[in-house]
């Protein structure tokens, strides 16, 4: 059965005590779920999540990581950093890690390698822009971001991955694809995977969705057969919403 899964992505908000001052209050609102629970604070604050959490079901995990083990990469972050401080878990291929910093599919699919030999886990990123929809190119677009970052991989690699689809018209912006746009292209998704490897294969991987997913739209969205659980972004540094869509799964 594939893992059912609700990431916060925080982002760049929340300083050290905003932080803990969250994650207690999210601690003691948890509800029972089979799902995993995961967030995703700011790299300052990720060795102090790791310690508030020591005894919750709550998953820190890192917002990027760089490509490379060590060396003259000013501000960034290693895989070796992240595995210090018990984090084995990170976002690769954000929109925004796309769209602000220049992160191409090549730049991706070597952190995808050097993470996977790390033995971190990987929620890859990845999504059309508005004019690719409204040009009918959204499902071409997906798939060759998949082929470039991803398809070079061995199927035995897929068990450590966790895809995140995310519209980027769709994020931070109010508007969300319908659920039966979002069960399209996770459908198309999976047919994909299955056509470059095998059925078995696509069918282990937890595909999420992330796109201003609220307490409102949650349970509709995660209710369709090929979404697997929620990256989220705004909806997450609130407690109570964050709380409302993990029991919306």
Same mark, same amino acid.
């Given at each position: 059965?594939?893992?059912?899964?609700?990431?916060?992505?925080?982002?760049?908000?929340?300083?050290?005590?905003?932080?803990?001052?969250?994650?207690?209050?999210?601690?003691?609102?948890?509800?029972?779920?089979?799902?995993?629970?995961?967030?995703?604070?700011?790299?300052?604050?990720?060795?102090?999540?790791?310690?508030?959490?020591?005894?919750?079901?709550?998953?820190?995990? %890192? &917002?990027? #990581? $760089?490509?490379?083990?060590?060396?003259?990469? =000013?501000?960034?972050?290693? *895989?070796?950093?992240?595995?210090?401080?018990?984090?084995?878990?990170?976002?690769?291929?954000?929109?925004?890690?796309?769209?602000?910093?220049?992160?191409?599919?090549?730049?991706?699919?070597?952190?995808?390698?050097?993470?996977?030999?790390?033995?971190?886990?990987?929620?890859?990123?990845?999504?059309?822009?508005?004019?690719?929809?409204?040009?009918?190119?959204?499902?071409?677009?997906?798939?060759?971001?998949?082929?470039?970052?991803?398809?070079?991989?061995?199927?035995?690699?897929?068990?450590?991955?966790?895809?995140?689809?995310?519209?980027?018209?769709?994020?931070?912006?109010?508007?969300?694809?319908?659920?039966?746009? %979002? &069960?399209? #292209? $996770?459908?198309?998704?999976?047919?994909?995977? =299955?056509?470059?490897?095998? *059925?078995?294969?696509?069918?282990?991987?937890?595909?999420?969705?992330?796109?201003?997913?609220?307490?409102?739209?949650?349970?509709?969205?995660?209710?369709?057969?090929?979404?697997?659980?929620?990256?989220?972004?705004?909806?997450?540094?609130?407690?109570?919403?964050?709380?409302?869509?993990?029991?919306?799964?």
């Amino acid at each position: 059965m594939r893992s059912k899964i609700v990431a916060g992505n925080w982002k760049m908000n929340k300083n050290m005590t905003e932080t803990e001052a969250l994650l207690a209050e999210l601690s003691a609102k948890l509800p029972d779920s089979d799902a995993e629970v995961m967030v995703a604070p700011t790299f300052v604050n990720l060795a102090v999540s790791v310690r508030n959490l020591e005894h919750s079901t709550i998953e820190v995990i %890192a &917002q990027n #990581m $760089h490509f490379a083990e060590s060396g003259a990469y =000013t501000g960034e972050i290693s *895989a070796d950093m992240l595995l210090d401080i018990g984090v084995d878990t990170a976002i690769i291929g954000h929109s925004e890690r796309r769209a602000y910093f220049g992160e191409t599919d090549e730049i991706l699919a070597k952190k995808v390698t050097t993470a996977l030999g790390k033995n971190i886990r990987v929620i890859f990123c990845f999504g059309e822009e508005l004019e690719d929809r409204k040009s009918d190119q959204h499902f071409s677009v997906v798939e060759s971001q998949l082929k470039n970052a991803l398809f070079s991989l061995e199927a035995s690699a897929w068990n450590h991955i966790v895809l995140a689809y995310e519209p980027v018209w769709a994020i931070g912006t109010g508007e969300t694809a319908s659920p039966e746009q %979002a &069960q399209e #292209m $996770h459908a198309f998704i999976r047919k994909t995977i =299955t056509e470059a490897y095998d *059925a078995a294969t696509a069918n282990k991987v937890s595909i999420l969705y992330g796109g201003s997913v609220k307490p409102g739209n949650a349970e509709e969205i995660f209710s369709k057969p090929d979404v697997d659980g929620g990256l989220i972004g705004g909806a997450s540094l609130v407690a109570d919403d964050f709380v409302a869509i993990i029991k919306s799964i």
